[in-house]
Structure formats: structure tokens, C-alpha cells
């Protein structure tokens, strides 16, 4: 058997397209359009990307945005100084800081300086605790990406073992609390979250019915270590030197796609899968913040 591909590119363009129309609506009820403000620290070249994708989108839906660029020397009472103005600023709706952080600065601290209420990638201990017990919260673009595309194919979670690989705080940890959820359409399956202590990752990921992988390592997951049939999420976005490549490197994800794609059900590839959708969901997010619809006044 050979897997079917999962098209985030796809799901995430028909997410931008609701987005565009929601956008219009509320605009056409009177409002200003939404407002979504990066702050991009240093010069890491993937974040410039993910951050060129977001803006790209931005522009597409309706959305305005800016990105503050900030220097690597920044210090830490500079960034939460310029947060602390932009949570007090009325014509901003969405903040997003983009990680990852030079090493100098608390990426937590940070992150608890922006206002719960504008955080649209919902990395604020008050969404994730929220998310936790089940109140209403932003979501993290990722996992909440996730289960859309999940939405999408009609792919059942329920009673399902899903094995997630990988317990950071962007995307593991709280696609494990998605899958995991009771209520809702989406979620009731039975999680296993693994990280780099597990001892004898095969034996866990073997009996998964959904593996969710995010460890930011290449090939990571090889056909061996899954079941027949199995629904793969591969998160994983790494660059390998590639020298047929015009940009000198080509991205793989966290499996090998090749070999697990023939034993998979169902499978993400890399590019085309769950980034696409990590950027869509932003824009979900940041209309969610101009509406006021989690935190209402
Ligand atoms: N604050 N930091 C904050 N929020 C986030 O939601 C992110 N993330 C992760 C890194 N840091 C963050 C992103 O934006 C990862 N991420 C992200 C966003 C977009 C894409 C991948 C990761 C994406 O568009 N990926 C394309 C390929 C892009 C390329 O050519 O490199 C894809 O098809 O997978």
C-alpha cells in the first residue's frame, strides 16, 4: 500500500479562503481591518521565511501586518519595553514574537510579557493553561493545524493510539492535549508524548495508530518503526546540505518519507504539509483576536 498524501498546501489555501471571506464581512460590518504585528529578532534565515510566509498570507486575507525588526543585541528589558507598548496600543490585534530567540534572551519571560489576549500563537501560559482545561483559548497554529487538516480528510481520532514524538511547547506538548481532548468533534484518542529520554522509541511508536512526529531530527522515523496503515503528521522541517539544490540545501522532515510513505495510510509530506498550515491557522487566529471572540470585553 501506498499512502495517501495529505495536502496542507491545499487545506491551508480553502483556510485562507474562509479567512478572506470573514475578513470581508467584518469589515463590510463597519470594522478596520485586523492587525497583526511580528517582532522578529536577529537574523535567522529560516525564521525570515516563515516570517516572509506569514506576511504573504497576511496580504492575501485582508489582513494587515508589520514586522518589527529587532537586533541580535537586543536585551531583554528593550524586547518586554517594546511588548508592553504594543499590548497597550488599541490598533493592534495580534502579537507575534517569532521564535527561536537569540540565546541571551528567556524566550518564557518573553512570552509571558504579551498580553494573553493578543497572543495568536497561543504560546501565553493562560491559552495553554486554558487549552489544558478545556476553556476557550488561542490555540497554537501548529497543532491547531493539525487537526484541521485531520477535519479536512476525515481522518477518525477517536479510541485511536496517538503516539506523539517529541514534548516542546510549540507543537508536542499541546497536540498531545488536542488528541487527547474529550470533547469537541476531534480529539478522544489515547496519547503516549516522547521525548529524548524515551528509552526504545520502536516500542511505542510501533503501536501507534497516529504518529505525530516534531523532533527536529532527519529521518528520525524509518519504515521499521511504524505499523501498517498507520496516519503520519511529520512537523519536522530540516535542512540538509543538497548540492543539486539552487539554495544549497533541500528540507526533509523527521521521517523517512520514502519507506513510511508505503506502509502509511495516510501521510504529510515536507514541504506541502504542516507548515502551510501553521500559517493559515495564524491568520485564524489573529481575526479570532480583532473579534474579540476568546476574550470578549
Ligand atoms: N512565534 N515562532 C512563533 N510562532 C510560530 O508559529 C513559529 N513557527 C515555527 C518556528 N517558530 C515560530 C513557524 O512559524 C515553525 N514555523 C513555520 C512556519 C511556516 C513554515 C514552516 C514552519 C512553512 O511555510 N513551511 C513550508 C516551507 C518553507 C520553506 O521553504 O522553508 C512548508 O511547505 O513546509
Known sequence: MSANIIDGKKVAQLTRDEVRKDVDDWMDAGNRPPFLQVVLVGN????????????????????????????????????????????KDDSVDGILVQLPLPNHLSAHDVIESI????????????????????????????????????????????????????????????????????SGEQGK??????????????????????????????????????????????VGINRVADETKEKGYSLVGDCDFESVKEKASWITPVPGGVGPMTVAMLMKNTLLAAKKSIYPE
Open 115 to 182: 498580553d494573553y489576549r493578543k497572543d495568536v500563537d497561543g504560546f501565553h501560559p493562560m491559552n495553554v493553561g486554558r487549552l489544558t482545561v478545556g476553556q476557550p483559548s488561542f490555540r497554537s497554529c501548529t497543532p491547531a493545524g493539525i487537526i484541521e487538516l485531520f477535519k479536512h480528510y476525515s481522518i477518525p481520532t477517536k479510541g485511536k493510539h496517538a503516539v506523539v514524538v517529541g514534548a516542546s511547547n510549540i507543537v508536542g506538548r499541546p497536540i498531545s492535549i488536542l488528541l487527547n481532548k474529550e
Open 44 to 87: 535567522n534565515p529560516a525564521s525570515d521565511v516563515y516570517v516572509g510566509a506569514k506576511t504573504r498570507a497576511c496580504k492575501e486575507v485582508g489582513i494587515e501586518t508589520d514586522t518589527m525588526r529587532l537586533p541580535d543585541t537586543v536585551s531583554a528589558k528593550e524586547l518586554k519595553a517594546t511588548i508592553h507598548k504594543l499590548n
Open 189 to 234: 484518542a489515547t496519547t503516549t508524548v516522547c521525548h529524548k529520554f524515551t528509552k526504545d522509541l520502536t516500542q511505542h511508536t510501533i503501536g501507534a495508530d497516529i504518529l505525530v512526529v516534531a523532533a527536529g531530527q532527519p529521518e528520525l522515523i524509518k519504515a521499521e518503526m511504524v505499523k501498517e496503515g498507520v496516519v503520519v503528521i511529520d
